[in-house]
């Protein structure tokens, strides 16, 4: 009886052992699996932790450019002091006195502006402004599609139900079933209300135009889109060549411009209003913010600035 129990416990320990050895492996493995683990969770919360803090910084970047930009164009001098970010003041200032015609300018490692004055776009709230029609005609488009979109484009605009043909009324809606807002435009939406039969016509219209735009524009400042839709390409460049020449003057200007054009519309200034789009790239992370911006000296603040993003 003893023999055999002692050789029954004999025959069983290599069992035993072997299935010891087997959770032990079983254990070591799912340690390994949650190490592993345990290390993917935490170099993705660094990445997440990484990609917050350039967020932040980028936004940090853009805030300081936005305010620099305003500080220049509310400031009767400046004097060049220490550097910025590795930028001196004296750099920063010749950046900012590149033009206002939305060229793309790199304001400092990562960061580039692009700003662009509202009188040198088109004003979407006037579609009367006689440039539309120059504009449109260049385009290749009828004479009487042209008076078509613009008279449309007006009713839009204006408070009442008369019809931009004489002795008619507005209809009550658009042939793509918008009600006519009767107010002054808040966005670029009427623009693709007026050309939706040609979407090509509307990004177009897009590129070289705003809602806040003003009605007395500058040559000067018109983006290289505008002057290419409104000029031959040869004033076209002259225009552009003018810009950074220091000793121009507004004769110059006037003798480039096709005698069709009034002078009561075209002046050459800075109407105090300006678009302003700020892109910063700082690592893997592409940061874009975009601003209008009006200058008020006499204000406090001096100056409003409205989301546009």
Do not use: C
């Amino acid at each position: 009886m003893t023999v055999r129990e002692a050789g029954t416990l004999i025959s069983t320990r290599p069992r035993q052992s072997g299935v010891a050895l087997l959770q032990v492996l079983l254990l070591g493995a799912i340690i390994s699996l949650l190490a592993i683990r345990f290390t993917e969770t935490a170099r993705d919360q660094i990445s997440i932790a990484g990609q917050f803090e350039d967020r932040v910084l980028a936004q940090f970047a853009a805030h300081s450019a936005f305010r620099e930009i305003i500080f220049f164009q509310l400031s009767d001098s400046v004097e060049a002091g220490p550097s910025v970010d590795g930028d001196s003041a004296e750099s920063l200032i010749r950046k900012n006195d590149k033009g206002f015609n939305g060229a793309p300018i790199k304001w400092r490692q990562g960061v580039s502006v692009e700003i662009q004055d509202l009188n040198g776009l088109l004003p979407q709230i006037w579609p009367q402004h006689p440039l539309w029609e120059r504009l449109l005609i260049r385009k290749s488009i009828p004479e009487d599609e042209v008076a078509r979109y613009l008279g449309i484009w007006q009713d839009l605009q204006d408070n009442d139900i008369q019809s931009w043909m004489l002795g008619d009324v507005e209809p009550s809606s658009l042939p793509a079933g918008q009600t006519y807002p009767n107010g002054l435009a808040q966005s670029d939406k009427l623009v693709s209300w007026v050309f939706a039969d040609q979407p090509p016509l509307v990004e177009s219209i897009l590129e070289v135009s705003d809602v806040h735009g003003t009605y007395n524009t500058n040559p000067l400042n018109y983006s290289d889109a505008l002057l290419n839709a409104l000029f031959d390409p040869g004033v076209a460049q002259e225009i552009m060549s003018l810009r950074s020449d220091p000793s121009r003057s507004s004769v110059a200007l006037k003798m480039l411009l096709p005698s069709g054009l009034k002078e009561d519309y075209i002046f050459e200034h800075s109407s105090g209003r300006f678009k302003l789009d700020v892109t910063v790239e700082l690592n893997s992370f592409r940061w874009r913010e975009k601003r209008i911006v009006h200058l008020r000296a006499g204000s406090q603040p001096p100056f409003r600035m409205i989301l546009n993003n």
